[in-house]
């Protein structure tokens, strides 16, 4: 079963409420990128009226990790996921629309192949940048994922 936008923003909805009702959107997934997107509204301000930065992280996240939940699917193997660490990096006020987009889904073959190969956890890190209308940078999130296959 292939993953697409729509899915994913069920998906959304029904797992990740709080992101859903703060705008967060899967928009393209292919195998080598996803992009998700935001738009600065009332209900994700913070108080210098731009986005908050946690609903900037978790449409950043979500572009890495909806990555990875088609990547695993598609091995057709119980492998399990998890966030260990983040860092993000933030340039510019955001407001508007914000785009993130991880282009990193060769480096998330890479690591589950080893993690197949192997049998033992790996980590690998995902990057996600946050643009704006105009093509400029707000933020940008990394995010290390460990992936296990399931005995």
Same mark, same amino acid.
């Given at each position: 079963?292939?993953?697409?936008?729509?899915?994913? +923003? @069920?998906?959304?909805? $029904?797992?990740?409420?709080? @992101?859903? $009702?703060?705008? %967060?959107?899967?928009?393209?997934?292919?195998?080598?990128?996803?992009?998700?997107?935001?738009?600065?509204?009332?209900?994700?301000?913070?108080?210098?009226?731009?986005?908050?930065?946690? %609903?900037?992280?978790? @449409?950043?996240?979500?572009?890495?990790?909806?990555?990875?939940?088609?990547?695993?699917?598609?091995?057709?193997?119980?492998?399990?996921?998890?966030?260990?660490?983040? /860092?993000? %990096?933030?340039?510019?006020?955001?407001?508007?629309?914000?785009? $993130?987009?991880?282009?990193?889904? @060769?480096?998330?073959?890479?690591?589950?192949?080893?993690?197949?190969? /192997?049998?033992?956890?790996? /980590?690998?890190?995902?990057?996600?940048?946050?643009? +704006?209308?105009?093509?400029?940078?707000?933020?940008? $999130?990394?995010?290390?994922?460990?992936?296990?296959?399931?005995?």
């Amino acid at each position: 079963m292939s993953i697409t936008p729509r899915k994913l +923003n @069920a998906f959304t909805l $029904f797992k990740l409420p709080s @992101a859903y $009702f703060c705008g %967060v959107r899967t928009k393209y997934i292919d195998d080598k990128k996803c992009v998700v997107s935001v738009k600065y509204r009332w209900i994700n301000q913070n108080p210098f009226r731009s986005m908050f930065w946690a %609903v900037q992280g978790m @449409a950043a996240e979500l572009s890495t990790g909806a990555l990875m939940i088609d990547k695993i699917q598609n091995s057709e193997k119980k492998i399990s996921m998890l966030v260990t660490s983040n /860092t993000a %990096v933030f340039t510019k006020k955001a407001t508007g629309r914000i785009t $993130f987009t991880c282009y990193d889904g @060769a480096l998330i073959d890479d690591c589950l192949q080893k993690a197949i190969e /192997t049998g033992e956890g790996q /980590t690998v890190k995902l990057r996600s940048v946050g643009l +704006n209308r105009e093509g400029v940078e707000v933020s940008s $999130f990394e995010f290390e994922w460990s992936v296990k296959v399931k005995s």
